[in-house]
């Protein structure tokens, strides 16, 4: 399975906007690229996901670099709510994605 | 609008118990999956199940076996709990295919003793 790699803490001021990145060099082309993240004491919560084309939702807008070799997770304007472990993970789009896996995520702070 | 429910929050068992955890999903997806969580370890899949009476082994399914009888409900069984065992279990589920999002519980607690 292709893995990803990512900054294990970062800090942000709040109001101001994030970028949180994941490199992913042996994705393949059939992996979309997914984010969740995890808020204390509860389980992990779906963010945003892409293929190819840049991403955007009410929660987050996801940049994919034109080689799919990384990506971005952008949080537009930061808020201590954001405060969380962001997981940047790849599920194969080429069979039935059976696997969920999970790397160790950034753990992002938020500062007032 | 509660999707992924884990029949307990907290629960404390003694070492050699038979442990049940519970979940149930009113999504109807196919998919289902078992982690738990220790500190600086992140998540670890232990079992996963992609329809009912299906089951692949996950990173660290030692210990654990789990049973998928109905669609919804997908149940993590430590048959003799030990102290090791004790960590943060979470529960998700997804439909089939990569495009989808998957969808957690809020976690089981357990502590063995």
């Known amino acids: 399975d292709a893995k990803t790699t990512q900054p294990n803490s970062m800090e942000s001021n709040e109001e101001e906007p994030v970028h949180l990145p994941c490199n992913h060099s042996?994705?393949?082309?059939?992996?979309?690229i997914h984010w969740y993240r995890q808020l204390p004491s509860q389980g992990p919560e779906y963010v945003i996901h892409?293929?190819?084309s840049n991403v955007n939702n009410r929660m987050a807008s996801l940049a994919i670099a034109e080689d799919r070799k990384s990506s971005t997770l952008i949080l537009h304007r930061a808020t201590l709510r954001d405060a969380a472990v962001y997981y940047c993970?790849?599920?194969?789009?080429?069979?039935?994605?059976?696997?969920?896996?999970f790397g160790s995520g950034t753990q992002l702070t938020v500062l007032p | 609008d509660v999707k992924v429910t884990q029949s307990s929050r907290y629960l404390v068992k003694r070492t050699g118990e038979k442990v049940f955890l519970e979940c149930v999903q009113d999504?109807?997806?196919?998919?289902m999956f078992w982690y738990r969580q220790d500190p600086g370890l992140g998540l670890r899949l232990i079992y996963f199940?992609?329809?009912?009476?299906?089951?692949e082994k996950g990173d660290i399914p030692e210990g654990y076996s789990v049973s998928r009888e109905k669609k919804e409900r997908f149940s993590l069984i430590l048959e003799s709990a030990s102290t090791n065992q004790t960590s943060m279990y979470l529960c998700?589920?997804?439909?089939?295919?990569?495009?989808?999002?998957?969808?957690f519980g809020q976690g089981t607690r357990l502590t063995v003793v």
């Open positions: 998700a589920s997804t439909l089939l295919g990569a495009n989808t999002e998957a969808f």
């Open positions: 042996t994705i393949s082309g059939t992996d979309y």
């Open positions: 892409g293929l190819t």
């Open positions: 993970i790849l599920r194969d789009g080429a069979g039935s994605a059976r696997q969920l896996t």
């Open positions: 999504m109807d997806h196919e998919n």
């Open positions: 199940s992609y329809d009912v009476k299906m089951k």
